[in-house]
């Protein structure tokens, strides 16, 4: 049995030491025990993953972790961006006819809000495609 196949049966990362033992026990078994009978047979908790794996895991929980705050932190920029949405159209209902100043401001601002919201559904999108 190789190490990448024995990993993949206990669904791990080994170190080279631990799986040479572990060759070592599948080697002593007789020859009708195949390589998924003898993995049944031990206990996948009790064999330690690599230092090296435990790491990499550790990273990838901590990036993952990360963005989805990046995402969190994104979808509050979106919910402010429509509040002043909100407010401009509301503002925009009230102004009167001889402030046409304003008026244009208003859709700037409300344009403008659109605009930032579409950007930050399309960096929501790129960040859910890396964890996905």
Same mark, same amino acid.
């Given at each position: 049995?190789?190490?990448?196949?024995? +990993?993949?049966?206990?669904?791990?990362?080994?170190?080279?030491?631990?799986?040479?033992?572990? +060759?070592?026990?599948?080697?002593?078994?007789?020859?009708?025990?195949?390589?998924?009978?003898?993995?049944?047979?031990?206990?996948?908790?009790?064999?330690? +993953?690599?230092?090296?794996?435990?790491?990499?895991?550790?990273?990838?929980?901590?990036?993952?972790?990360?963005?989805?705050?990046?995402?969190?932190?994104?979808?509050?920029?979106?919910?402010?961006?429509?509040?002043?949405?909100?407010?401009?159209?509301?503002?925009?209902? +009230?102004?009167?006819?001889?402030?046409?100043?304003?008026?244009?401001?208003?859709?700037?601002?409300?344009?403008?809000?659109?605009?930032?919201?579409?950007?930050?559904?399309?960096?929501?999108?790129?960040?859910?495609?890396?964890?996905?």
């Amino acid at each position: 049995m190789m190490q990448c196949e024995f +990993e993949a049966l206990i669904g791990k990362e080994v170190s080279v030491e631990t799986f040479k033992m572990y +060759e070592a026990m599948y080697l002593a078994l007789p020859d009708n025990i195949g390589k998924v009978d003898f993995v049944s047979m031990i206990n996948i908790k009790a064999i330690p +993953e690599s230092e090296e794996a435990i790491h990499l895991r550790m990273e990838k929980e901590q990036l993952i972790h990360d963005i989805k705050q990046q995402i969190a932190d994104l979808e509050e920029k979106i919910k402010y961006e429509q509040r002043n949405i909100a407010y401009c159209k509301c503002c925009l209902e +009230e102004v009167l006819p001889d402030e046409k100043e304003w008026v244009k401001d208003y859709k700037r601002w409300i344009a403008c809000s659109k605009k930032i919201i579409a950007q930050y559904k399309a960096e929501i999108r790129q960040l859910k495609q890396i964890i996905a």
